[in-house]
């Protein structure tokens, strides 16, 4: 009985903990925090509209990896203050603003093409001689126009931007850009615990992989339900029962 008990075990917990192994920290990811984990799962993307690998990012791999992120991951994004300027402040705001409306995904790709043009999504380096592109953001005005293009008056935007909730993000994400110690961007912090080691990651699959693997299996949540528990040694006992079974019919 002992190999059938085994061998039941493991299918169970096998799928639980086949990432697990493949992922080294120090390598893969770096604990940046002695604190307590976030309340719940969560992905934070750390970036800036003004960075070409963040455009690229966006454009191309976000959207998979939002969409195969385990379900119980929440997502967050905030801008960095690099620039540490007027303009800077200005921009920053901006996706506040944004994360107050409906068309995220649009106006986040309006301003980023704005700043960088659209030849920016892929990648393309602005900054690389004979291709350089003249950011059409230079002031809150300019912002506003980019936002006007979606149904968004000045006088909404000016309210947004001027809010006491947009006051308060710009407060929190500067200090968890000192926190998190972010010096480059787009930078992915899992349950405000972890950083992900983007140079030691070859594929966008194992990107989201270790993701999920930081956020709910490394340090599991405690369960909600007393019945996650009961109900995972029920599935083992089963299993184990319908093995026993078949060795003695057999």
């Given at each position: 009985?002992?190999?059938?008990?085994?061998?039941?075990?493991?299918?169970?917990?096998?799928?639980?903990?086949?990432?697990?192994?493949?992922?080294?920290?120090?390598?893969?990811?770096?604990?940046?925090?002695?604190?307590?984990?976030?309340?719940?799962?969560?992905?934070?993307?750390?970036?800036?509209?003004?960075?070409?690998?963040?455009?690229?990012?966006?454009?191309?791999?976000?959207?998979?990896?939002?969409?195969?992120?385990?379900?119980?991951?929440?997502?967050?994004?905030?801008?960095?203050?690099?620039?540490?300027?007027?303009?800077?402040?200005?921009?920053?705001?901006?996706?506040?603003?944004?994360?107050?409306?409906?068309?995220?995904?649009?106006?986040?790709h309006a301003m980023f093409a704005?700043?960088?043009?659209?030849?920016?999504?892929?990648?393309?380096?602005?900054?690389?001689?004979?291709?350089?592109?003249?950011?059409?953001?230079?002031?809150?005005?300019?912002?506003?126009q980019v936002f006007a293009k979606?149904?968004?008056?000045?006088?909404?935007?000016?309210?947004?931007?001027?809010?006491?909730s947009t006051e308060e993000k710009?407060?929190?994400?500067?200090?968890?850009?000192?926190?998190?110690?972010?010096?480059?961007?787009?930078?992915?912090?899992?349950?405000?615990?972890?950083?992900?080691?983007?140079?030691?990651?070859?594929?966008?699959?194992?990107?989201?992989?270790?993701?999920?693997?930081?956020?709910?299996?490394?340090?599991?949540?405690?369960?909600?339900?007393?019945?996650?528990?009961?109900?995972?040694?029920?599935?083992?006992?089963?299993?184990?029962?319908?093995?026993?079974?078949?060795?003695?019919?057999?």
């Amino acid at each position: 009985m002992i190999k059938p008990i085994a061998l039941a075990v493991a299918l169970i917990v096998a799928p639980f903990s086949t990432f697990a192994a493949n992922f080294v920290e120090g390598t893969h990811y770096t604990q940046i925090s002695d604190k307590a984990l976030s309340s719940e799962p969560k992905l934070t993307e750390f970036f800036s509209f003004y960075c070409h690998n963040c455009f690229n990012m966006e454009t191309n791999y976000l959207p998979d990896i939002k969409a195969n992120l385990n379900k119980s991951i929440a997502f967050d994004s905030k801008h960095v203050d690099f620039m540490n300027s007027a303009l800077g402040t200005e921009v920053m705001r901006s996706l506040a603003v944004i994360q107050d409306l409906d068309n995220k995904d649009a106006l986040t790709h309006a301003m980023f093409a704005a700043i960088q043009g659209e030849e920016g999504a892929n990648g393309h380096d602005h900054s690389a001689p004979g291709h350089k592109h003249e950011s059409q953001i230079n002031s809150r005005d300019d912002i506003k126009q980019v936002f006007a293009k979606f149904g968004i008056d000045a006088a909404k935007y000016d309210k947004l931007a001027d809010s006491k909730s947009t006051e308060e993000k710009l407060a929190l994400w500067r200090a968890q850009q000192n926190q998190f110690r972010i010096e480059s961007v787009p930078a992915f912090i899992v349950n405000d615990k972890y950083a992900v080691n983007l140079s030691s990651i070859r594929t966008l699959d194992e990107l989201i992989s270790l993701i999920n693997y930081l956020a709910v299996e490394k340090d599991p949540q405690p369960a909600k339900s007393s019945g996650g528990s009961l109900n995972w040694l029920f599935l083992a006992f089963a299993a184990v029962f319908a093995l026993s079974r078949q060795t003695r019919l057999s």
